[in-house]
C-alpha cells in the first residue's frame, strides 16, 4: 500500500500560499476535454421523459382556445400542461409576482411558454409541438418604449435621484446641450443553453438539477408552483456554461416546467433548449432610451445634469426595476456632478421579460454620460476651444477628500480614478496618439481612425442590502482533505477556483487538497443569486469563516498536547502551513494536518463548520434615492483606437490598453480572463451585436448565423491589460476586489472612439451615432440623415431604431 495521498512539506516556512498565485481554473482540463458535465451530459435515466414547451407566436393577444387533442393522440407523448393545469401558483416574480408560469388567458411576448409538452423521444415532442392549435386573437403589441410611454404601459414606480438644483444649474451655464440616446439590448449567448432535470422523489418532493446562478430562487418557485414546501424541494447547480446575468431568473421556467412534468408524472424529465427558442423566449439586456440635458462651463466642467432613462422591460418586471435603479446608481460613472436629476421608469413591452445581464443596467447608464461627455467636447472644440475629451473627462473625476460625494450621498473613499486615467494616459502615449490621428483623419480618405479613453467607476454590493449575505459548509476529512460548499454558482468566472485557494490558505494546504461541491440548496439554505460581481466576496468570506471556526476547535484541543518545554498550551499560537499543524513558537513541533485530523476526530473534535458573512453596508434608501448602498467600489479605465473603413463603415479595434483595480487579485489568471472576455462582451454590446424584431414583435435575429458575437479575430490583437497595484480594500476577502462585470463597462470607449472618429468627419454624422456602433450604423452617420430613398431601407437599426430616429 502506498502511503497518504497528501504529504506535507518539509518545512512549514516553506509554504507558498496559494491566494494571489495563478493557478488553472477548476474545469479548464474538464472544459476542453468534455470530462466537465452540463445539464444536457448527465446519464439518461431509463423512465425520462423529453420535456419541451409551445411557445406564443404573438407578442399580444387573448388567448380564446388551446387544442390539444390531436398533439395527445401522438405515439409517445405522455403529458401535456397549460395554465388551468398548474397545481398552486400561477405567477412568480424576483420583486413583483407578476409573470405568468404558462401563459393564461392572454400571450405577452412572442416565445412564451404556452404548453408543457413531455415525451418518450425527441421526435414525438416536435410533432406534438406542432400539432397543438392555438386559438388567439390578436392584438397591438407594444414593441417600443415610445409607444409604451404614450400609453402609459409602466413596471413599478417612477424613481428619482437628484442633488441640488439641475435646472437651474443647466438654465444659469455658458453652454447647453440636450439630446436622447438610444442603447439597444443584447442577447446573452452563454455557450450552454438553458435547461434542467427533474427527479421525482418520496412522498412528492423534488430534485432539480438546474443551470442556474439562483438555485434559491429556483427552488423556491419550484416549490411555489408545485405547492410544496421549500424543504420538499432541492435544487442542484454543478456549473454553468456560461451565465452572464442570463440565468440569473431565467434558468427558473425551464426548471419549473421539468418539475412540473416529474411531479404528475413521477419520472425523470429533462428539458434542454435549442438555441433559437433560447433566444427567441428568454429575456435580454435592457434597451433604453435616455433623454438628457447638460449645462457647462467653457472647460467642458458639467454644472448641470439631467437624466431621464426608460427602460424596455418586456413582459414581466423580472428584474427590471433594481436593474434601472443601478443605472440611475452610475450615470455618474466616475464623475462629481454638482447638480444633478435623474428620473427612471421601466416600461412595459411585449418582448421576453428583459433580465440581468452583466453590469446589470450600470453599462446603460454609464453610456448615456460618456456619449455626453463626447458631446460636450464636439461642441468646445466647435467654438475653437483647444479641449479633448480626456481633458473633460479629467476635469470631473470624482476628487480625493473633496468633491468626493455621489449624487445618492455615499461618500467615495479610496478613489483612484483620478491616478488610474493620469498613468494610463500617460502609459498608452494617449495625447500624442491622439494627436496623430486626428491629422491623418484630415488626410486619409479611405482609412478614419479614433482613439478614446474612459475611466470607470462600478459600485460593489446588491442594491437590495438583504442580498449581501453568504454562508458556506466547509467538510474537513481525516485524511486531511477539504470539501466545500457554498451558496455561490460557477458558470466559468473561476468561483470555485478562487474559493478553493482562500480555503487551501487557511489550512495551509495546497489547493488539491480542497474540493468545491456542485451547489444545493440541501446544504446552503437561502442563498443570494452569484450576481452582482460579489460571488467570491460573499461566498468567499463565509467559507473562510468557516475554516477559522475549524482552525479554533483544532487550536483549542491541540494546544495542550503542545505544551512542554515550559511553554504552555496556548491555541493563538497553533499555525497551519505546508500541510503541518504546528506550535508557531518552535515550528519543530508540528504534526501533519491529515493525522491531526484523524486524532482530533477519535477525540470527538468536530471538523465540520457552517458559516455566514453579510456585508457591512448602511443600505439604500430608493424612496429617498440616498444611502450608502456599496461596500466598496471597483475602478479602472481603458482607451480603445478603432480603424473604420470609410466605404463599408466596417470598423476593427485595432488596440486596447486597460488598468483596472481589483485590490489583492485572487487568482490574476483567471482574474485576466474576466477583465478581457468581460471587455470583448461589452465591445459585442457597443458595436456588432444587433437585436432586430420584425414589426409583429418576433425576434429575427435568433441564432448565431444572424446575431453575431465578437469571434475571436475580433479581439483587438494589441490588447494591454494591467492591474493597478492597489492594496487598500482591506476589509474585503483577502484584500480583493469583484471582477467579474466591471470589465465590461470599460468597452463603451470602444463606441466613444467610433464616435470621436465620425466627429472628426462631421460632428452631426457623429450626434447621429447610436449604441451598438454596427458598420451599418456608422455608414449610415458617415452618408448622413436619411432621405426618403432611405426610409425603410436597409440601413440602420432594427425597424424600431429607425423609428427613433425618425423621432428625433
Ligand atoms: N464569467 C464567465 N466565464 N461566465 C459568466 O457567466 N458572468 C459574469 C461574471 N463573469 C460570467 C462571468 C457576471 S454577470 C457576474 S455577476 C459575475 O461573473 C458573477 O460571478 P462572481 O460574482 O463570482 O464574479
Ligand atoms: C445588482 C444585482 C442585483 C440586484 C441589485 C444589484 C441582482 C438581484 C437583485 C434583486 C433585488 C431585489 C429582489 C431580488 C433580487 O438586485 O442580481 O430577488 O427582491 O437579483 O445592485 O446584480
Ligand atoms: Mo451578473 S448581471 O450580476 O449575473
Known sequence: MSGPRFQPVADPKAHVPSVGRTIPHDSAVGHVTGAAAYIADVPRRSDELVVGFVPSPLASGAIRSIDLAAARSVPGVVDL???DDLPAAKVWGPIIQDEPILAASEV????????VIAAETQAALEEARRLVTLDIVPAEPILSIERAIELGRFIGTPRRIARGDA??????????????????????LYLEAQAALAYPGECGQIVVHSSTQGPTETQHVVADVLGLGMHEVVCICKRM???????ETQGVLPAVMAALVAHRTGRAARIVYVREDDMASTGKRHAYRCA??????????????????????????????SIMERSMLHVDNAYWLPHVEIHGRVCRTNIAPATAFRGFGGPQGMAVTENVIQEITTHLRGLGKGVSAVDVQRLNLYGVGERNVTPYGQTIRGNHVPEIVDTLRATCDFDHRLATIEAANTRDSLVLRGLALMPVKFGISFTAKFLNQGNALVNVYTDGTVQVSTGGTEMGQGLNTKIKQLVADEFGLPPAQVVLMPTSTEKNCNTSPTAASAGTDLNGAAAVQACREIKARIAAWVAPRFAGDGLG????????????????????????????????????VDLGARAFYATPIAGFDAEQGRGEPFFYYTQ????????????????VVTRIDLLIDIGRSINPGVDRGQVIGGFVQGMGWVTGECLVYDERGRLLSDSPTTYKIPAASDVPADFRCDFFPADDNVENVARSKAVGEPPLMHAIC???????????????????????????????ALRGPAGPADDGGGWGHSAEMRSWDRAR
Open 81 to 83: 400542461v397549460t395554465a
Open 108 to 115: 405577452l411576448y412572442v416565445g412564451q411558454p404556452v404548453v
Open 167 to 188: 435646472s437651474a444649474a443647466i438654465a444659469a451655464a455658458p453652454h447647453r446641450l440636450a439630446g436622447v440616446f438610444h442603447s439597444l439590448g443584447q442577447e446573452h
Open 241 to 247: 456554461g456560461g451565465g452572464f446575468g442570463g440565468k
Open 292 to 321: 438628457w440635458e447638460v449645462g457647462f462651463d467653457d472647460a467642458g466642467r458639467i454644472l448641470g445634469y439631467r437624466v431621464d432613462f426608460h427602460s424596455a422591460g418586456g413582459a414581466a418586471a423580472d428584474l427590471s426595476t
Open 569 to 604: 498550551p496556548a491555541a493563538e499560537h497553533v499555525g497551519f502551513a505546508g500541510g503541518w499543524v504546528f506550535d508557531t513558537r518552535r515550528p519543530e513541533t508540528r504534526i501533519p494536518f491529515g493525522e491531526l485530523c484523524n486524532g482530533a476526530r477519535r477525540e470527538r
Open 636 to 651: 479602472g479605465a481603458a482607451a480603445a483606437e478603432v480603424r473604420i473603413d470609410r466605404f463599408t463603415g466596417d470598423l
Open 750 to 780: 470602444v463606441w466613444s472612439a467610433v464616435k470621436h472618429a465620425l466627429g472628426c468627419v462631421s460632428p452631426a454624422a457623429a450626434r447621429r451615432l447610436c449604441l451598438p456602433a454596427t458598420n451599418e450604423e456608422i455608414l449610415r
